[in-house]
């Protein structure tokens, strides 16, 4: 790992950890049309799995132009089984700390967003797709957070657990369109993350762990997290929320 952060380094991981998450306000406050976008649920896993993959040449060439070793961003493993099973007990760990944070936020009468349920697949087809980009959401925002932008506020600052923090705050602001509770989960999950990058020294715990993550609330978990939801929060579409409670 270089001693020192280039200007053009630094000034890539400052767009990433401010800008993507002035991109999600900026979003939120035009008022992104949701339940239209859930009538084409397909078509929008491709077009965030597309931006997700662009995010991560778009990393993967400045750390080229720059000459960050890839092992520095955390593309090391010595043993991929035991890698997996990191990343196994990292998602168990990670889904708990979601449902406790649900759980406290409806406590305490946090208002959640009708974001969540209406992007998660119903379908077989959307649940394939919903898969594919769990996957590439796990890979791409793994790099470029706790890969690159881990790596370059700890060659700032000289301290990984802020480092950590930061990006993990950061993460969590990208997902403020699911409200604060979101924010809360996000935040949470990208330090646990961020910890099991630092205490391994690779990505790929991280990556195995956020991809189960995805997967088991895609797949029917978000069922059973936000099954209180006020039916004002839900889209007019019956088709879509047959599984409302």
């Known amino acids: ?3 020192t952060l280039s200007p053009i380094a630094a000034a890539y991981a400052l767009l990433l950890l401010i800008g993507m998450p002035a991109l999600a306000a900026l979003d939120a406050r035009r008022g992104a049309n949701l339940a239209e976008a859930a009538k084409h649920r397909r078509l929008l896993y491709v077009s965030v799995g597309a931006s997700l993959v662009i995010l991560a040449l778009l990393t993967l060439g400045v750390a080229a132009w720059q000459d960050v070793p890839a092992s520095a961003l955390g593309w090391t493993v010595d043993d991929p089984g035991a890698a997996a099973l990191r990343g196994l007990a990292v998602a168990v760990l990670g889904l708990a700390l979601v449902w406790l944070i649900t759980a406290v936020a409806r406590l305490a009468g946090l208002r959640e967003t009708a974001a969540v349920t209406l992007l998660m697949p119903r379908t077989a087809a959307e649940k394939r797709g919903f898969l594919m980009l769990s996957g590439i959401a796990a890979a791409c925002e793994e790099y470029a957070y ?18 950590a923090a930061v990006v993990s705050v950061s993460f969590g602001l990208g997902h403020g369109y699911q409200r604060l509770a979101g924010v809360l989960r996000a935040t949470t999950l990208g330090m646990v993350l961020a910890a099991t990058v630092i205490w391994t020294g690779s990505l790929f715990p ?3 762990g956020h991809f189960w993550i995805n997967a088991a609330l895609g797949l029917g978990g978000w069922q059973y997290l936000h099954a209180e ?3 004002v929060d839900i889209d007019d579409n019956p088709g879509n929320d047959e599984e409302r409670r």
């Open 229 to 231: 939801f006020d039916p």
């Open 1 to 3: 790992m270089p001693e």
């Open 206 to 208: 991280a990556i195995v």
């Open 146 to 163: 706790r890969g690159f932008g881990l790596w370059a506020i700890t060659a700032w600052t000289g301290n990984a657990w802020l480092a």
